[in-house]
């Protein structure tokens, strides 16, 4: 069956980096966008990331560009999500999600930014 499996969370201090991963199985990996969405405590779903298919092009929300690069390794079925100058409201459950219809949303690996 499908299963979108997330991993690299964790906490740190305001300014570090952090690398997601989200293996995936049971199904056509390279096929699919590849959507990563976080929610903060308290928070609604908020949107952070897509790639395409290939690789090729990446789409981030606004405030984020020049701080997360989405990545995919089609060769491994696997999704990235390098996370640079993290700040505090960074902090959030970090999801890996394809884009089908239904949606299918992995578990979700929390990452938390304090001092």
């Known amino acids: 069956q499908v299963q979108l499996v997330e991993s690299g969370g964790g906490m740190v201090q305001p300014g570090g980096s952090l690398r997601l991963s989200c293996a995936a199985s049971?199904?056509?990996?390279?096929?699919?966008?590849m959507y990563w969405v976080r929610q903060a405590p308290g928070k609604g779903l908020e949107w952070v990331s897509s790639?395409?298919?290939?690789?090729?092009?990446?789409y981030y929300e606004d405030s984020l560009e020049g701080r997360f690069t989405i990545s995919r390794d089609n060769t491994k079925n696997t999704l990235h999500l390098q996370m640079n100058n993290l700040k505090p409201e960074d902090t959030a459950l970090y999801y890996c999600?394809?884009?089908?219809?239904?949606?299918?949303w992995g578990q979700g690996t929390q990452v938390t930014v304090s001092s």
């Open positions: 049971g199904f056509s990996f390279s096929s699919y966008w």
């Open positions: 790639i395409k298919p290939n690789g090729i092009r990446t």
């Open positions: 999600v394809r884009r089908s219809s239904p949606l299918h």
